[in-house]
């Protein structure tokens, strides 16, 4: 199953906000998937297919492919977006 990780500075906060966002969404896609919210040290020790974090954090993941960078953490359209664009590359 897909491993999505939304990702924010302590882990707390935006991660979990931003997870229960994209929970949503990706229900309403119908994308089938396990969505944990972790800090920024621990996903540098853990894999994931994929990351979700906020554009604050873009240089932290430079480089990396399987990372998609939101702007507004609520905004469902925003992600919807930007999910349905990641999977359709």
């Known amino acids: 199953m897909l ?11 935006s991660s979990l ?5 994209v929970d949503s969404v990706t229900k309403e896609l119908g994308i089938k998937c396990n969505i944990e919210h972790w800090d920024m040290g621990t996903v540098k020790g853990r894999k ?3 990351i979700i974090t906020t554009s604050e954090f ?13 702007d507004n953490i609520v905004d469902k359209k925003e992600i919807k ?9």
Do not use: H, P, R, W
């Not at 999505?4 to 882990?11: A, N, S």
């Not at 906000?17 to 966002?21: D, W």
């Not at 993941?61 to 939101?70: D, P, S, Y």
């Open 3 to 13: 491993k999505i990780v939304t990702v924010c500075g302590l882990g707390v906060g």
């Open 17 to 21: 906000i931003l997870k229960m966002t």
């Open 48 to 50: 994931a297919d994929l």
């Open 58 to 70: 873009e240089k932290s993941f430079e480089g990396q492919e399987n990372v998609i960078f939101i």
């Open 81 to 89: 977006t930007k999910l349905v664009q990641y999977f359709d590359k």
